[in-house]
């Protein structure tokens, strides 16, 4: 018989007319068949590598020298000491002329909490106060002198270089070049936190400055309530300094609590206005860099915040910078100023802080109007007034200046039962500084 494949096309197999197999249906070309899902049948498991298969590639790797993790540290240590050089010299710092411990810039590198007796030039830093954005402030001793301990800001170039994220370094220096250069001119004030030199390390920037005992923050938190004759030997403190910083041109802009130094000297002693220091001047304006030639004594010049500028914290932030309006510098210093006072006698708002502009006018006018504070004693009328009628007001150019703001009665209230003396005996040194 001859194989019949006429009526079977795409058959692979030749069936007999006479074979019990031809009424079968032949098989499918392999692209016709049912296609499985994936996973309906067992993978194949895995061959079984033999004993001496690699043996050559093992042997090798056991003769190789392991291979070494990069330290971080090292390959910072490692880059150029020259880092920033050309930007630095804009804010007038010496060139690398500083002798600086590894040991002490690796634990600044780490985070170490604490530097036990590590020395950078003729300091050894004892004790970490506080963190900042671009680094840590220590207290430090001079091995020249005997003098006081002074505190010492560090400024690393590696959070520095980070902050930028692509950006002009220099951008990023500008807050770091107003600090260092209204303190060399002004800190000889006594209400302005005192200076003494500017270092240049290989990693590091640091800031010699006087110690202070706390920042007012930190004061409020842990002593508790604060008493009424306090804080207006601190108000007074404040306008004081931002009196003769406005005369001489220079505007605050970032005026809060934490950036009020109380500087005490011993246990228990009386603390006054000329106990309280400004200090942090990065977000600071200057009347001379905008108009060289302006001198002190000269017509006094309004320094403008252009509008879309955004500068400050939230909550102590007058609301024309708040909505990006612009804003006079003078004007925006006393607003936080009035801010600053709700907040030493606990009534500053929480909604002062919220994102939304909108809701944020809707809550400050809604406070303007009520004027609703808990305030009590013989001053209360008097602390009102200065709030409401002389600082905290929507019109910007109805607040007063500083020096209005000092000639206000209730500066001049005497307080019967003054409580300084017992208030003050747990206000001790070593009560750190949150920055």
């Not at 003729?122 to 430090?140: I, T």
């Not at 959070?159 to 800190?187: D, F, W, Y």
Request: charged fraction near 25%.
């Amino acid at each position: 018989m001859t194989p019949n494949n006429n009526n079977m096309p795409g058959a692979t197999v030749a069936i007999l007319e006479d074979s019990p197999l031809k009424h079968l249906v032949p098989m499918k070309p392999p692209a016709e068949r049912l296609k499985l899902p994936e996973g309906f049948l067992p993978k194949a498991a895995p061959k079984k590598k033999k004993k001496n298969q690699g043996i050559l590639q093992r042997m090798t790797r056991r003769f190789q020298q392991p291979k070494q993790k990069k330290d971080p540290w090292q390959a910072w240590y490692d880059e150029s000491p020259y880092m920033f050089q050309d930007q630095l010299k804009e804010i007038h710092l010496p060139q690398h002329d500083l002798v600086e411990d590894k040991a002490c810039a690796k634990k600044i590198f780490e985070e170490d909490s604490f530097v036990e007796s590590t020395r950078v030039g003729s300091y050894n830093l004892l004790q970490r106060l506080g963190s900042g954005a671009f680094g840590h402030v220590f207290v430090g001793q001079s091995t020249v002198t005997s003098s006081q301990p002074v505190a010492i800001k560090v400024l690393s170039k590696r959070a520095i270089r980070k902050q930028a994220e692509g950006r002009e370094v220099v951008k990023t220096l500008r807050p770091i070049n107003n600090e260092i250069g209204i303190l060399r001119e002004h800190s000889h004030h006594p209400n302005v936190i005192g200076f003494h030199e500017a270092l240049h390390g290989r990693h590091n920037i640091y800031l010699v400055m006087e110690q202070a005992t706390s920042d007012l923050a930190s004061c409020m938190h842990t002593l508790g309530p604060i008493q009424p004759d306090f804080y207006q030997q601190v108000m007074k403190g404040i306008l004081t300094g931002l009196e003769y910083l406005h005369r001489h041109g220079v505007y605050h802009l970032d005026v809060k609590p934490h950036n009020v130094l109380i500087v005490s000297r011993y246990s228990g002693e009386r603390v006054d206005a000329s106990s309280v220091r400004l200090c942090d001047f990065g977000l600071s304006k200057t009347i001379a860099s905008h108009l060289p030639e302006w001198k002190v004594g000269d017509t006094p010049m309004h320094v403008k915040i252009a509008p879309g500028s955004y500068m400050g914290t939230h909550r102590f932030m007058c609301p024309e910078l708040r909505l990006r309006k612009g804003a006079n510098a003078r004007q925006a210093d006393m607003w936080s100023v009035g801010c600053t006072l709700l907040n030493i006698m606990d009534c500053l708002p929480r909604e002062f802080g919220v994102r939304d502009p909108a809701q944020y006018e809707v809550n400050v006018k809604e406070f303007l109007e009520s004027q609703s504070i808990s305030i009590s004693g013989g001053d209360a009328e008097l602390v009102h007034d200065l709030l409401f009628q002389h600082l905290l007001l929507w019109n910007a150019q109805d607040r007063d200046t500083s020096e209005e703001a000092l000639s206000h009665p209730w500066f001049q209230y005497e307080y019967e039962n003054e409580s300084q003396e017992s208030y003050f005996e747990s206000f001790q040194p070593e009560h750190g500084i949150e920055l």
